[in-house]
């Protein structure tokens, strides 16, 4: 099965949050991960003509293709276990709407969730799972 890659902002705190969930929660390991600052994310979005420079959004390739914001959200919910498969539900609200939402909340991460300095770096046991 080809890997969907996520990637996120890698010096959000809710970011790095949500990056953990979806491993602890990726039972079938779909996911590979890249912070959406790094090279990685640069050559892998160029083919799509998306820079990397202006996005503040979650990005998800599936498939070959790009998701971002509640799109991408939703698809990667799809494939976890546990409770957060009741977001699904999400599909029936409009993209326009649960975008609002989406804005919303990304608007305001860094003062809710925090900010750091740099990109984490993976522990070993996680390491597999970043590109």
């Not at 979650?58 to 976890?80: C, E, F, G, P, T």
């Not at 409009?94 to 975008?99: A, G, T």
């Not at 609002?100 to 925090?114: C, E, S, T, V």
Request: proline content about 4%; hydrophobic content about 40%.
């Amino acid at each position: 099965m080809q890997k969907s890659i996520v990637l996120f902002d890698g010096v959000c705190g809710l970011c790095n949050s949500s990056v953990n969930y979806i491993i602890d929660h990726d039972h079938k390991d779909a996911f590979r991960f890249a912070p959406i600052q790094s090279e990685i994310a640069k050559k892998l979005l160029e083919p799509h003509g998306i820079s990397n420079e202006t996005l503040n959004s979650i990005i998800l390739i599936h498939k070959n293709k790009v998701y971002q914001k509640s799109d991408a959200v939703l698809i990667i919910v799809r494939y976890l276990k546990g409770i957060s498969k009741v977001l699904v539900l999400g599909y029936v609200v409009p993209r326009f709407l649960r975008n609002i939402l989406y804005d919303f909340i990304a608007k305001r991460r860094y003062k809710w969730f925090g900010k750091y300095d740099a990109c984490r770096m993976p522990t070993p046991e996680m390491k597999a799972k970043f590109l």
